[in-house]
Nanobody, 122 residues
Framework: QVQLVESGGGLAPAGGSLRLSCAASRLTFGPYNMGWFRQAPGKEREFVATIGRNGGRTHYASSVKGRFAISRDNAKNTVYLQMNSLKPEDTAVYYC???????????????WGQGTQVTVSS
């Protein structure tokens, strides 16, 4: 069974940084595009960032562009999300996901992790 396990969440002050990791197991990582999504309390899950199979393509939600950076290490079966200049509105559970087709729509992603909580204090 495919597993995606996120780590690196926690509490950060506004203006601070966190780096999320997502390790994949039982998944041939290379063929998959990887994405990060988030869900804040009382809100729908939203797209954050995605990266293509070899890392050559990336796309970000406008709310995080210029502050967050997605990257991947195919040798380690891991995708990362570097989050800088954090804002209280970034508070959410962050999920990584894997998709065969590149894109930002959650319906494209067939595999999901359990999520990691990110809380940004004002």
């Amino acid at each position: 069974q495919v597993q995606l396990v996120e780590s690196g969440g926690g509490l950060a002050p506004a203006g601070g940084s966190l780096r999320l990791s997502c390790a994949a197991s039982r998944l041939t990582f290379g063929p998959y595009n990887m994405g990060w999504f988030r869900q804040a309390p009382g809100k729908e899950r939203e797209f954050v960032a995605t990266i293509g199979r070899n890392g050559g393509r990336t796309h970000y939600a406008s709310s995080v562009k210029g502050r967050f950076a997605i990257s991947r290490d195919n040798a380690k079966n891991t995708v990362y999300l570097q989050m800088n200049s954090l804002k209280p509105e970034d508070t959410a559970v962050y999920y990584c996901a894997a998709a065969i087709t590149y894109g930002s729509r959650s319906e494209l992603y067939g595999y999901w992790g359990q999520g990691t909580q990110v809380t940004v204090s004002s």
